[in-house]
């Protein structure tokens, strides 16, 4: 009986020793699960299009990238910065440096920097943008040739004066015979000021817009006097026609102030007859019937064979003309 109560007494000792032995096993994981979970922390790392995560017990970013094999060059992105302290859930993405090249105006050049956006590009690369230049780029939109072209947009005001023409005042008159024509008063142009603003990309001008007109100095009108009497002896003026070397039919218009001098470099006036040069050469004295007396002292891009213009000294005058078929007598030079 004795041997039997020792027996389950040495398996009752047995038994408290194991339960000792489970309960420190089981505190030395708890303390092991705990002091890891306090160590360790889970990182997520992005870079050359691979996502993935990592448990690492380093301290801060560049520990991590280190941990998990990354090599960044000296002009790669690392954010966040590699010398942040690094946290449970960090999220750390390299950004990669590439050749990007600019256009900056009218120069080219190349830059290696990390792809991020045009302005980072730009902030980067130590290049200032002007408040209207303009940015083109495909950054955004392909792997390979990136580029950044800069167009410099400038500004610029400039005033200057012009001439303004001097109206024509029409008299007539029957003290003269028609066809007779004196200015009784010399116009004097005018002068206003006009205010433009200019603007040029990369030194180009694209535009100019006037944003102000202003008037300085009225014109003074040229007063002529037409005459309207019946002209007499017209058998001297058909002995004059008789003496022309040819007679051509011809389209003719009516035109006035251009504000332009002729291709002769004279202004034109009453008289003033431009031609098409193939047909009737410059300098060529002529009669058009229903006009009068002229010279050829003109071309135009529009003149082309038989076809004028006559010069008129108002517009009213030109409209009232307009455009009809004439006789045109070549007298010679």
């Known amino acids: 009986m004795h041997q039997i109560i020792d027996a389950y007494r040495e398996l009752g000792a047995c038994w408290n020793k194991i339960k000792v032995v489970v309960f420190l096993a089981m505190l030395a994981v708890l303390l092991i699960t705990g002091f890891s979970i306090f160590i360790f922390k889970e990182v997520y790392l992005e870079c050359d299009g691979r996502n993935v995560t990592i448990l690492t017990s ?24 590699v010398a942040q302290t690094l ?21 080219t050049y190349n830059v290696i920097a990390p792809v991020t956006t045009v302005q980072k590009v730009l902030e980067q690369s130590g290049i200032k943008l002007g408040p209207n230049d303009k940015i083109e780029s495909n950054i955004k939109e392909s792997d390979h040739s990136l580029y950044i072209k800069i167009i410099r947009v400038k500004e610029k005001i400039v005033v200057e004066e012009q001439e303004v023409f001097s109206p024509v005042q029409e008299k007539f008159t029957d003290s003269m015979v028609q066809g007779k024509i004196k200015v009784l008063e010399d116009g004097k142009p005018g002068l206003k000021r006009l205010s433009y603003k200019i603007t040029y990309e990369n030194g180009r001008e694209i535009s100019r817009k006037i944003f102000d007109e202003k008037v300085i100095r009225e014109p003074r009108p040229k007063v002529v006097a037409y005459g309207t009497k019946e002209r007499a002896g017209t058998a001297s003026r058909n002995a004059d026609l008789r003496e022309a070397t040819r007679v051509i039919q011809v389209e003719a218009s009516g035109y006035t102030y251009t504000g332009n001098p002729t291709c002769t470099g004279i202004y034109p006036s009453r008289g003033t007859v431009a031609v098409d040069p193939q047909v ?26 038989n076809s004028i213009d006559l010069f008129f000294e108002s517009r009213a005058q030109a409209l009232k003309w307009g455009r009809k078929s004439v006789k045109v007598y070549i007298m010679g030079k």
């Open 58 to 81: 380093r301290y801060t970013v560049a520990g991590a990238i280190q941990e998990a094999k990354i090599e960044v060059g000296s002009k790669d992105l690392v954010i966040p910065e």
């Open 280 to 305: 009737i050469p410059l300098g060529t004295k002529l009669y058009i019937e229903g006009y009068g007396y002229g010279v050829a002292q003109d071309t135009g891009g529009m003149i082309k064979g």
């Open 87 to 107: 946290r449970r859930g960090t999220h750390i993405k390299v950004i990669r440096a590439e050749k990007i090249k600019i256009y900056d105006g009218n120069d």
